[in-house]
């Protein structure tokens, strides 16, 4: 069989990661990290129904990577069973098997359950010290035999990511997606924004009357907030600042940002804004997707309040 051919049958295995390790040690958070790489996650497994998730051989369907954690606290948690039934699922040619065992020194896992005051899965009432010890013996054949080890003593949560982020990086997608939305502060901020913007320092059109019930979709509200000495300014500031960001969150592997631009009733000087800052975004090589929450919302002056 040819390279080419081999790397064809490579590329067309399912791959598995199992995820394991001591409790406190990072397991939930490098599991979100790898959801948002791309792979399907589940957490707290039955690992010896593992067989029955993996499509057999000769089945069709979609085969997505797929990352499996699990610990001692699983139910029928036994590492040399989890062992053996690897080792069997390792012989089939249509799987990649790989396992991640997350580590951490007794005295910082110890400091982080005090941290958070949990309780330790094998602590039983005892100290936590003593749970740490003896999952440290119970997993100690899991963490010699697993392929790849990452020690998260020193990390922060944020430095744990990264490092899934690199290890994992081939899965992530190759576009980050980009949501601009227009919202208005009196019906409410939207909860799921990393960017918010606040254009309550223009000229409100909502006074004007004859622009009152047109939106900043329209032409002459978009003249109308063009005129405001203070539009050019931010609007060039917020777009710089945005240049700068949106490629370093790509770098880190964030799969969304979401920018929101808020007026008081978001329909529009958050709307206008929105929509130019999407354009300046595409003529710069993204494609972000315009969202306008409350654009369709009824014109009132008890939204609005009194005029400036």
């Not at 600042?241 to 949106?246: G, I, R």
């Amino acid at each position: 069989m040819s390279d080419d051919s081999s790397l064809q049958s490579q590329d067309a295995r399912q791959h598995i990661l199992l995820v394991t390790g001591l409790s406190g040690a990072g397991k939930t958070t490098a599991l979100r990290v790898l959801e948002d790489l791309g792979w399907e996650a589940i957490d707290n497994f039955p690992i010896r129904l593992l067989g029955r998730l993996i499509l057999r051989p000769d089945q069709k369907g979609p085969r997505p990577p797929l990352a499996v954690g699990f610990d001692s606290r699983t139910r029928g948690f036994s590492p040399a069973g989890v062992i053996d039934q690897v080792k069997a699922l390792s012989g089939r040619e249509d799987l990649l098997i790989t396992t991640l065992f997350l580590d951490c020194n007794s005295g910082e896992l110890e400091r982080r359950y005090n941290e958070t005051r949990r309780r330790h899965p094998m602590a039983q009432g005892r100290p936590v010290h003593t749970g740490i010890h003896a999952e440290r013996e119970l997993l100690e054949p899991l963490r010699r035999w697993a392929d790849a080890v990452i020690d998260t003593s020193e990390f922060a949560t944020n430095q744990l990511q990264q490092t899934i982020r690199e290890r994992f990086a081939e899965t992530a997608p190759q576009d980050m997606s980009i949501i601009i939305s227009s919202f208005g502060f009196a019906r409410g901020t939207p909860p799921l924004a990393d960017l918010v913007f606040d254009m309550r320092f223009l000229d409100n059109p909502h006074w004007i009357p004859e622009l009152r019930e047109q939106t900043g979709l329209d032409e002459a509200v978009g003249a109308h907030i063009r005129e405001d000495v203070a539009f050019e300014t931010a609007f060039t500031q917020i777009r710089d600042l945005l240049l700068t960001l949106l490629p370093r969150y790509q770098a880190q592997g964030k799969s969304y940002v979401n920018i929101g631009f808020g007026c008081t009733g978001g329909r529009h000087r958050s709307v206008y804004t929105a929509e130019t800052m999407a354009e300046a975004l595409r003529a710069e090589g993204f494609s972000p997707t315009v969202l306008h929450r409350n654009l369709g919302s009824r014109a009132a002056d008890q939204i609005e309040g009194p005029p400036a």
